[in-house]
């Protein structure tokens, strides 16, 4: 197998306050499905996460996703954060595996793990 590409899918409780928490942090939605919508996507970038209302996957505090998320700079991606009051769980940390990494939770309890290389270049190595 070669994989082309990977998609998260997140479960979420209420499709529209999840396409708006993807905008306050900097996202844009890419689509909606359904009359009214149960399933869309938000887009960074060249990446996508896939929504689904009451659905696949899991969601809680403790059961919902983590993602690690890769960044030009975490420290703008905290201060929009912190603008549009989203729950910031741990704050911009230079990590000792080489990266500078947050955490920002989603309602419904997913994590996402916002991080940038602290090499020069911003690469990403591999972190725990």
């Known amino acids: 197998m070669k994989a082309q590409g990977i998609t998260p899918i997140l479960n979420v409780s209420d499709l529209p306050a999840s396409l708006a ?3 306050h942090l900097g996202w844009r939605t890419l689509w909606s499905y359904g009359e009214p919508p149960t399933f869309g996507a938000v887009g960074s970038g060249a990446c996508e996460i896939f929504l689904c209302l009451d ?3 899991g969601r809680g505090e403790g059961l919902g996703a983590w993602m690690s998320i890769w960044v030009t700079d ?6 929009r954060c912190q603008e549009q009051g989203l729950e910031v769980t741990w704050p911009p940390t230079d990590e000792p595996w080489g990266v500078r ?3 920002v939770r989603h309602p419904d309890g997913h994590v996402l793990r916002i991080s940038h290389g602290l090499e020069s270049d ?3 190595p ?3």
């Open 21 to 23: 928490w993807f905008d």
């Open 55 to 57: 659905g696949q996957g």
């Open 74 to 79: 975490v420290d703008e991606v905290h201060r």
């Open 101 to 103: 990494e947050m955490h």
């Open 122 to 124: 911003h690469d990403h």
């Open 126 to 128: 591999h972190p725990h």
